[in-house]
């Protein structure tokens, strides 16, 4: 396909060239992710990952994109070569560390040197080259996205690897399931690292998965389930998402924020242009999502494992990312960890909150402020993102803090009403300080974030602070104790 004609699709799709030309290769990958099904033996199952990988990139992004994602994964790799016994730790000293005190829990010591790999120094010195937040607002495309997915692929390989030293009796179940006791061979590495299915936006998977779907072991050592029938409903899922997010953004853009209009609105019509805003920005999440879960149903990388009806039926749950209707009619702000990101969210808990919970104790705030820093920190240097995910701790401790009702509900057990009143103040929570508190993640800048979220009187971060308040408060009611039996 020539320069004129990318241009001319382009222009008929409403995108710029860069955009067009990355939207052509992700599209791209659910016919290549087909394509590795017919590739012979484990070796070259392994080579045709990796160079469909770099071959995209190299199409979508340019030669300089895997000169990029070739730095984290030669540092990763050499880290569990030669300093396994604290490959987490080596690895975190070349890149990015979280703030001194969020390390000072008393955390069992071998998890807390592990915490302090979560982002690589690449990754923040490519945000920096790229600035891809501006790129990305202006209508841009980089490769950050991509270094982004490959930062989290590189860092779990290596705390699997050295997990693999540790007594299994000593490891949470997620442990247990990814520890590598082998180190993977370099084109193993290379092909886990850059198989073209999740190399552009994600999931994210564990590298045992990878070398299991790849020499057919596992769940994968039976007879594997038909991939048409779930990718193309990923499929009409996709169009359908870009459809609607192509039709509601001209009437939702971001410049509306700062424009004099949006000031001499009322307090409410600003409060629901930052909904139908939010509201219109997830879909183009959806859509990319959606096409990131075909090519992994597809390749049949995707295949998580059977459903215990009669009959079974295949379930795809390692493709998918993002439950829609999870997220748009969330109960609970709790639950929206489990169904947007789902595979990042999935990473965070395993290899950032369950490691920063102290034996025997309970997560705390603590815990969920932490994680949600490093998942700021790994989306980019501006401060709008860092806002959004301080936000979004204290979103979901906010709706915690509604636990008090919750304990108390056993004394109004027979008030159907009173519980429903609740449940659906819990959906009108959930649903106003997302879209609140994500205006920080679309426009970036501190002082849009600042004007947007002042133009609603802080309302979104108000309530939720007074909630974790009344939680901190009110206590929940114990439940009445039975009475012992007397003795016959």
């Known amino acids: ?271 629901s242009y930052q909904y139908t805003s939010g509201f219109t920005a997830r879909w183009k999440y959806y859509f990319i999502w959606s096409i990131s879960e075909a090519a992994m149903i597809i390749s049949g990388l995707g295949f998580s494992g059977w459903t215990e009806s009669s009959p079974p039926k295949p379930k795809w749950d390692r493709a998918k990312n993002v439950d829609i209707l999870g997220v748009e009619l969330a109960k609970s702000s709790v639950e929206l960890p489990l169904v947007w990101n789902i595979q990042v969210s999935t990473w965070l808990r395993h290899y950032v909150y369950e490691r920063l919970i102290q034996i025997g104790q309970k997560p705390g705030f603590f815990q969920l402020l932490a994680t949600q820093t490093v998942s700021a920190v790994w989306h980019g240097l501006y401060p709008g993102y860092i806002v959004f995910f301080v936000q979004s701790a204290l979103m979901i401790a906010g709706s915690r803090g509604q636990s008090f009702t919750d304990g108390n509900k056993h004394c109004l057990q027979k008030l159907a009403l009173v519980k429903q009143i609740m449940a659906f103040l819990n959906f009108v929570y959930t649903i106003l300080i997302l879209n609140y508190s994500c205006v920080g993640f679309m426009v970036l800048s501190m002082r849009e974030t600042l004007a947007s979220y002042g133009s609603v009187y802080y309302i979104g971060t108000i309530i939720p602070i007074m909630l974790i308040l009344l939680g901190s408060i009110i206590k929940p009611a114990r439940r009445p104790r039975l009475k012992a039996r007397k003795e016959q």
């Open 1 to 271: 396909m020539t320069h004129l004609d990318i241009d001319s699709i382009a222009s008929l799709i409403g995108v710029s060239l860069p955009v067009c030309r990355f939207l052509l290769c992700f599209v791209a990958t659910i016919p290549v992710s087909f394509l590795w099904r017919l590739v012979p033996g484990r070796l070259g199952k392994h080579v045709y990952a990796a160079a469909s990988g770099v071959t995209l990139s190299y199409l979508s992004f340019g030669f300089s994109s895997n000169l990029h994602f070739l730095v984290p994964m030669f540092l990763g790799y050499l880290s569990m070569v030669f300093f396994r016994s604290k490959c987490g730790s080596h690895y975190v000293l070349l890149g990015l560390r979280l703030s001194h005190w969020l390390l000072k829990s008393e955390c069992e010591s071998a998890m807390v040197e592990k915490i302090k790999i979560d982002l690589i120094l690449s990754r923040r010195v490519c945000h920096v080259y790229y600035m891809s937040g501006d790129a990305w607002k202006e209508g841009g495309i980089d490769a950050t996205g991509a270094l982004m997915v490959l930062t989290l692929k590189v860092i779990s390989c290596a705390i699997n690897y050295n997990d693999g030293l540790l007594k299994e009796e000593n490891l949470r179940e997620a442990q247990k399931k990814n520890r590598l006791i082998k180190l993977p061979s370099l084109i193993e590495y290379f092909g886990y690292c850059l198989c073209c299915g999740s190399h552009f936006a994600g999931p994210v998977y564990e590298m045992k998965d990878y070398l299991e779907w790849s020499e057919g072991k596992g769940i994968w050592s039976g007879p594997w389930p038909s991939p048409y029938g779930a990718t193309l409903r990923a499929l009409v899922q996709a169009a359908f998402c870009m459809a609607l997010y192509l039709y509601l953004v001209p009437y939702h853009p971001l410049s509306r924020f700062t424009e004099p209009i949006y000031q001499e609105w009322g307090f409410w019509k600003r409060l």
